[in-house]
């Protein structure tokens, strides 16, 4: 079984900025892609960055150039800088992680979501 704990959500101005962050812990051989998704009240879960373990990032076009994905190999962690934030941005976000239990069987997993509220 694979943990994925976020922190970093809150409450923030517009233009201000967070980091959220997510450490996967449990037993696996290892994690490939790891990132971020969002979901609105009634809207589908979103995209917001993805980053594989090469280092290969994608990100959404409304987040570019405004958030930084990042990951620490060695601490089975990704981080998200969000820099000057919009209102609507204001959403719960996910972490996602694609691990390898074993080798060659892959699982899909999700953090229990951080919000985030930026107030205009």
């Known amino acids: 079984q694979v943990q994925l704990v976020e922190s970093g959500g809150g409450l923030v101005q517009a233009g201000g900025s967070l980091r959220l962050s997510c450490a996967a812990s449990?037993?696996?051989?290892?994690?490939?892609?790891m990132g971020w998704y969002r979901q609105a009240p009634g809207n589908q879960r979103e995209l917001v960055a993805v980053?594989?373990?090469?280092?290969?990032?994608t990100y959404a076009d409304s987040v570019k150039g405004r958030f930084t994905i990042s990951r620490d190999n060695a601490k089975n962690t990704v981080y998200m800088q969000m820099n000057n934030l919009k209102p609507e941005d204001t959403v719960v976000y996910y972490c996602?992680?694609?691990?390898?239990?074993?080798?060659?069987?892959?699982?899909?997993?999700w953090g229990q979501g951080t919000q985030v509220t930026v107030s205009s």
């Open positions: 996602n992680a694609v691990v390898q239990i074993t080798q060659g069987n892959y699982r899909q997993y």
């Open positions: 449990g037993s696996f051989f290892r994690i490939d892609g």
């Open positions: 980053i594989t373990s090469g280092g290969t990032t």
